[in-house]
């Protein structure tokens, strides 16, 4: 029996004015799949990364996650329901520890209230307990728990970027989205980034990138599309990806 696909973006359209940025693009993602959406500048990548986790709404289009329809949702209803990203520019409270950083993406999944909270009942403070604990399991896994108290600005940028990564893993995704988490690093950071990459997938979770590195790209994908002015111009595997006229046009020029 064949799995369904877990995210399905149909014939999505973005304007930002007069300024088409995403003209008709339709693609799906199978579950525990690694799949890039690679292109030059001002393809369209990150704007369609934008409108599947809310922070843009579609002009038109569709786009389900597990068959159902999230158009128009709150980033944080997404969020809420599996999808989580990281994003091309760190983006980090710089005033919070390293610990706080990724207690923060656990929230979503919590359920005590805001007068739980406030008043320090039992259900706030037991899920609060577990949230700690949760977020140092997941600096563990990314190997950060030494700096679990130090400031997150503090943090080398390559960490700075990891960190990312933990705080996303939070919560407790089912779908992975990371935009650039190359940008910035050296080749041994890059190389590190590509095998957590790897142990995500491993866990079960689905994850779309977008990256410039196409050495990084090419050994982790599963598949590859390729956006260019908005348009989707190829979709394949990394040997069909790297032998495609268009792409080599887009990327060249003819």
């Known amino acids: ?33 690694i799949k ?8 369209g990548k990150t704007t369609t990364f934008n409108l599947i986790t809310g ?19 709150k980033s944080y209803e997404i969020a809420s329901k599996g999808i989580s990203r990281t994003f091309q520019n760190v983006e980090l409270f710089n005033n919070m520890s390293v610990s706080e950083s990724v207690m923060v993406g656990r929230h979503p999944r919590t359920f005590s209230g805001m007068l739980s909270a406030a008043f320090r009942l039992p259900l706030s403070k037991h899920e609060e307990k577990l949230i700690a604990e949760d977020a140092m ?22 960490q700075q970027r990891i960190l990312e990564f933990a705080r996303a893993m939070a919560t407790n995704p089912e779908l992975l989205l990371l935009d650039e988490p190359a940008a910035g690093l050296n080749i041994s950071e890059t190389e590190q980034v590509g095998e957590f990459i790897r142990k995500i997938r491993e866990m079960g979770v ?12 090419m050994d982790i994908s599963d ?7 908005g348009k989707l111009i190829a979709e394949g595997t990394p040997r069909e990806i790297q032998n495609n006229a268009d792409v080599i046009a887009a990327y060249l020029g003819e």
Do not use: C
């Open 1 to 33: 029996m064949l799995k369904e696909p877990i995210l399905e973006v149909s014939n999505l359209f973005k304007k930002f004015g007069g300024v088409i940025a995403v003209s008709d693009v339709s693609f799906s993602v199978m579950p525990g799949q």
């Open 36 to 43: 890039a959406i690679i292109g030059p500048n001002g393809a």
């Open 55 to 73: 922070v843009d709404s579609p002009t038109a289009g569709k786009i389900r996650f597990k068959g159902a329809e999230i158009n128009g949702m």
């Open 137 to 158: 399991e997941w600096l563990e896994f990314f190997g950060l728990d030494a700096y679990a108290e130090d400031l997150a600005a503090n943090l080398p940028f390559g």
């Open 206 to 217: 689905t994850v779309i990138l977008v990256e410039h590195d196409m050495s990084l790209v």
């Open 223 to 229: 598949e590859i599309i390729v956006l260019n002015y």
